[in-house]
């Protein structure tokens, strides 16, 4: 920056928030990661006796203490592969 270059700057604090998980799925296949790992993620919600059905997650990936690889599936996310 002292010298007139370009600098690129990003803000990765909802980066996880926006990961699309579809994408996700075949950049990890690309990988070769196979089985139960690109079976996604579904969830639902219950409020006192009131379930819902369950929905597929189509984008976040899980982060902070309730994922130890949440950055290294951003990192594939990441990744420049197809």
């Known amino acids: 920056m002292d010298q007139r ?3 690129l700057g990003l803000d ?3 980066a996880f928030d926006i990961v ?3 994408l996700l799925l075949r ?3 690309g990988l070769d990661i ?3 790992a690109l079976d996604g993620r579904m969830q639902k919600v219950k409020v006192s006796e009131c379930t819902s059905k369950n929905l597929n997650v189509t984008h976040s990936i ?3 203490k309730l994922s130890t690889l949440g950055p290294t599936v951003f990192l594939v996310y990441a990744n420049k592969t197809r």
């Open 62 to 64: 899980l982060q902070g």
């Open 5 to 7: 270059n370009k600098c």
């Open 12 to 14: 990765l604090k909802e």
């Open 20 to 22: 699309s998980i579809p």
């Open 34 to 36: 196979r089985g139960t």
């Open 27 to 29: 950049k990890a296949e």
